[in-house]
């Protein structure tokens, strides 16, 4: 906080739950100009404006917008995830970037860092030994990142970066993940202190770990174990189960509807005037049969069917006596066109067999 206040301006607002008033404190280039008693909620607000405004230099190499406040945002929410009894918020330009509610619940403070969705596709680890003691959270092998910046391990409270815990995360996945892909995890290790060097780092984050390589293999261990009882693949006998019983069901309801009724195809001989041809008329006659007996066991409605059926026959009937007399009277047009037809080749004949006469008969002369 000293070397962020020497180069900024800096509003800081804090009050405990035992005073009875809070302290304002308002710091420029790392001068205090302000201090004075307020009235303010327990807790603690800290503004920071106009960074490196005193060193120019310095503020030369300040990277693009978008880039810092990504670097802020991944520092906020690693305090957010070491911390979920705080509650966090950053808001940039007005807009709310993230907000935990400082409950003590890390599967929320997950959700309001990750989305309430990821969150729920979450599922607790929890172990320990006699050196260490492992809890967090992981996601199922579907919900993945494209890099290893969405593991997060806490040591005693505070976030650490260490290549071994993050190696030992994926391979606890083994082979469920797919290659190029990594989780999302929030592991909280607490172990004796004696067993962690702190001072590798100036910023704390990198840390060597006595019994790393027991550490390694615990937490593998656990989030194997932990996958394990998830129902990551559906069962395949249990599919095949179902699609031989649907299709049992749909195969007996063919045969119900082929019991009920039955095509059959009757062909005439029609004459089309226009053309003046014959051609084989077919068409398909649908007959109920056996329906009386079997719809009548079930709905007791026989004597509607049977009205039905006799109705069917009459139609039948009056439809047969029209086909014949349809068929009579296209066989009398072919007899008459025949006839016609003869009468004129006989005259055509006729007169070639009188042309062939005449046309000797001059020859001759």
């Not at 810092?68 to 995830?81: C, K, Q, S, T």
Request: proline share 2%; hydrophobic share 35%.
């Amino acid at each position: 906080m000293p070397s962020i206040a020497s180069v900024s301006e800096i509003t800081l607002e804090t009050a405990t739950k035992e005073a009875i008033q809070g302290t304002y404190l308002y710091l420029r280039g790392g001068k205090v100009e302000e201090n004075q008693p307020a009235a303010l909620r327990q807790g603690t607000k800290i503004i920071v404006e106009n960074l490196f405004y005193n060193t120019p230099a310095r503020l030369k190499y300040v990277k693009t917008l978008q880039t810092e406040l990504a670097h802020i945002g991944d520092i906020v929410n690693r305090l957010a995830l070491s911390h979920p009894d705080i509650a966090f918020h950053l808001v940039h330009e007005g807009n709310s970037m993230l907000s935990t509610s400082g409950n003590g619940d890390l599967k929320q403070t997950i959700a309001g860092i990750y989305g309430v969705q990821t969150a729920k596709k979450m599922r607790e680890i929890k172990t320990e030994d006699l050196d260490f003691k492992i809890s967090g959270y992981i996601t199922l092998p579907e919900v993945t990142r494209a890099n290893r910046n969405y593991l997060s391990t806490i040591v005693n409270g505070r976030y650490i970066k260490n290549f071994a815990l993050n190696k030992a995360i994926v391979n606890g996945y083994g082979s469920k993940l797919m290659v190029g892909r990594f989780p999302i995890a929030v592991v909280e290790i607490e172990m004796d202190p004696l067993l962690v060097d702190v001072n590798v780092h100036p910023t704390k984050q990198e840390v060597r770990l006595s019994k790393e390589q027991e550490l390694t293999s615990l937490l593998s261990k656990t989030i194997n174990e932990r996958l394990r009882e998830e129902d990551l693949i559906p069962n395949a006998s249990d599919n095949l189960n179902f699609n031989k019983k649907e299709e049992q069901e749909n195969t007996n309801a063919q045969q119900l509807a082929m019991d009920f009724t039955e095509e059959k195809k009757t062909s005439s001989l029609a004459y089309d005037k226009n053309s003046g041809d014959f051609y084989v008329n077919e068409s398909n006659d649908i007959f109920v049969e056996n329906s009386v007996d079997k719809l009548g066991d079930k709905s007791g409605k026989i004597d509607n069917l049977q009205e039905d059926s006799i109705g069917n026959a009459d139609m039948t009937k009056d439809h047969r006596q029209a086909e014949e007399l349809e068929r009579k009277n296209a066989g009398n047009e072919a007899v008459e066109k025949n006839e016609r037809i003869q009468n004129v080749c006989f005259k055509r004949r006729s007169w070639t067999i009188l042309s062939s006469m005449f046309i000797k008969k001059k020859i001759g002369k």
